[in-house]
């Protein structure tokens, strides 16, 4: 090969040649729109500046080498050409990885996790591109994509194992496993502790993507006004009427993260998640949010839906997000329930009869103070409430004892009236379950350090450290899932039967495929924070 001709060569597809774009600097999607001479993110709406081959470029057009570009070995970031052609070609090389994304999840029968998967890759490729790695692409891809689609799935709660994703990539295990702690190290993520803001916050970005896509586009809004129609005739203007108002206001979308996120605790505080996907949980939140927005909105005039109405919206949050709206009426009928359950904890709504129509106007006024009588009742060392209260629980609510002073004395009083309700008293149950897992890591605990002279004292020292080592402590293990608990129990009773030589996990000998699922996911977990503490 001469000097003259190009030592490694790419060939770009025709939509590719004229014009590459790229990703959204904000949010990192590659859905982009075209709206006014301007390229918009379809997810979140910032304004995405495109990359595009212009003739500063030097390529070859020969005959024998058509559609062909020039690729050099070192880049050079002083040179614009050279730069945007990075750019350009790792751009190509997302979308190759987003397509063999979509091909993996497909043969394992997971394809709910395919846009998950693909956004954890684009970050951990970003990462690695900032971090100016010699190593981006090649043969690593498909390792990294399944540590991606792993990720995702353990995030999702989905039943799959490192030995069908290698089963289906043709890879190790153990390297598998590696690239995993690896990625989760360099996105600052844990184990089993998904963010419900993160998911709420995704799910309320699809949802204004989408509406920003129909906005500049006749034949998909009307094709969306097909799809979330209901033929009953008080709800058969309302799909406009949604769209039109959540076109203009996409400054409410922080206030939409918030009430989704609320909303989620208040299902988990009444167990309303149980046997419930996370996506679709999320989803649900982000109906009701949506819901509770556009009635407490000032510019429209209706304070209450019907159900009719409501079905719209459930229709409009499955088109976006990917779930059925059936189940998402489902569960929103269950969380109304609990919503007018739980409104005995508003003094200023002890007094009204809500219905599952009207109670969407005060769904902010009931989690909000739900979960401030709920932490209240459920705290470990509970205290006299002092007047440190936040402004939007009503003034008559401020109580200086636990003694009744008048007719509504407060949190308590109305915790006792609440108390009789099946949710407490399915999270009492769950509480003390909790309480005895607690009991029976610490007596594990306690026999691994029973061989040291130490006292009864230093042992319970022995035991704390160890519990923190593991990232948890008596707070977080009253509010963890029982299944985590579980897990954490099944890891120190190991422990114990290995008289407390746990450490043999870490030898190089020992790798995943040698272990459990449980204790895969224990292990990955716990190394991670202990690189976390190291760092």
């Known amino acids: 090969m001469g000097d003259d001709e190009p030592r490694k060569r790419m060939r770009l597809s025709k939509d590719a040649s004229a014009s590459l774009a790229g990703q959204c600097n ?4 590659m859905s ?10 379809g997810d979140c ?10 003739s500063d470029y030097s390529y070859e057009a020969r005959e024998e080498q058509n559609n ?6 070192h880049i050079d970031e002083s040179d614009p050409g050279d730069v945007r052609f990075h750019n350009a070609w790792n751009q190509s090389m997302i979308k190759e990885a987003h397509v063999m994304i979509g091909g993996i999840c497909t043969n394992l029968g997971q394809n709910g996790i395919v846009d998950r ?23 690593n891809t498909v390792i990294r994509i399944s540590a991606c689609i792993y990720i995702a799935a353990q995030e999702d709660n989905r039943v799959v194992n490192l030995v069908d994703i290698a089963r289906a990539t043709h890879t190790s295990v153990f390297i598998i496993g590696r690239e995993v702690k690896r990625t989760l190290r360099s996105l600052n993520m844990r184990f089993f502790e998904s963010d419900p803001l993160l998911r709420a916050e995704s799910s309320a970005n699809r949802v204004f993507g989408f509406v920003l896509k129909t906005r500049d586009d006749t034949e998909m809004r009307k094709h969306t006004l097909d799809c979330i129609s209901v033929s009953a005739k008080i709800g058969r203007l309302f799909p406009a009427q949604l769209l039109d108002f959540l076109s203009v206001r996409e400054h409410l979308r922080p206030k939409l993260v918030e009430m ?8 988990r505080s009444c167990l309303l998640h149980t046997g419930m996907n996370p996506n679709t949980l999320a989803c649900t939140a982000v109906a009701m949010g949506i819901e509770h927005i556009y009635v407490s909105c000032e510019d429209t005039d209706e304070c209450a839906l019907k159900r009719n109405q409501r079905e719209v919206i459930f229709k409009f949050v499955s088109l976006s997000n990917g779930a059925s709206h059936h189940t998402i009426s489902r569960h929103v009928s269950a969380t109304q329930k609990a919503l007018i359950e739980a409104s005995k904890t508003v003094p200023w ?5 809500l219905t599952a129509d009207s109670v969407s106007l005060h769904t902010a006024d009931i989690v909000f103070c739900y ?6 009742l459920f705290s470990l060392n509970p205290e006299t409430p002092n007047d440190d209260v936040p402004a939007v629980v009503s003034t008559s609510t401020k109580v200086k004892s636990n003694m009744a002073e008048d007719t509504i004395s407060g949190i308590p009083d109305l915790i006792s009236k609440l108390s009789k309700a099946p949710s407490f008293a399915r999270a009492e149950t769950q509480r003390e379950h909790r309480i005895k897992l607690l009991d029976k890591c610490n007596k594990n605990l306690l026999e691994n350090s029973r061989d040291s002279n130490k006292g009864d004292d230093d042992r319970e020292t022995v035991v704390i450290r160890k519990l923190q080592k593991l990232g948890v402590n008596r707070d977080t293990l009253l509010t963890m899932p029982i299944h985590t608990l579980e897990q954490i129990f099944s890891a120190t009773a190991r422990s114990r039967n290995l008289d407390g030589n746990a450490e043999t996990l870490d030898l190089p000998t020992v790798g995943p495929e040698d272990m459990s699922e449980d204790e895969v996911r224990l292990y990955l977990h716990s190394e991670h924070n202990q690189e976390n503490a190291a760092d």
């Open 26 to 29: 904000d949010c990192g999607s």
């Open 32 to 41: 982009l729109i075209q709206s006014g001479g301007d390229e918009y993110c």
């Open 45 to 54: 709406g910032a304004v995405v500046d495109s990359v595009i081959l212009t």
């Open 68 to 73: 062909y570009i020039r690729f050099k070995q």
């Open 117 to 139: 998967t693909r956004v954890i890759f684009d970050k951990s490729v970003k990462g690695l591109m900032k971090a100016k790695a010699k190593v981006v692409f090649g043969r």
């Open 260 to 267: 989704t996120g609320l909303i989620m605790e208040f299902c």
């Open 349 to 353: 709504l002890s007094g009204m009869k």
């Open 371 to 376: 979960g401030q009588a709920r932490s209240w």
